[in-house]
């Protein structure tokens, strides 16, 4: 897990307590949900076709 978290996060991964993983896990959870939950009718959308 602490070579994930690295990855993730950086070097300041090393050292992170159960209950701080806990607590990003659930962050994380938190922001992916409200991104998909997203309106994207008020966006501008551009799509490039290259083929």
Known sequence: MAGVL????GSEAK???ASTV???K???G???Q???ERRL???RW????LG
Not at 6 to 9: A, D, F, I, S, T
Not at 46 to 49: D, R
């Open 6 to 9: 690295e990855v993730l996060v």
């Open 15 to 17: 050292g992170l307590s």
């Open 22 to 24: 806990s607590r990003l």
């Open 26 to 28: 659930q962050t994380w």
């Open 30 to 32: 938190d922001e992916y």
């Open 34 to 36: 409200a991104w998909t």
């Open 41 to 43: 009718d008020k966006d």
């Open 46 to 49: 551009v799509y490039v076709s």
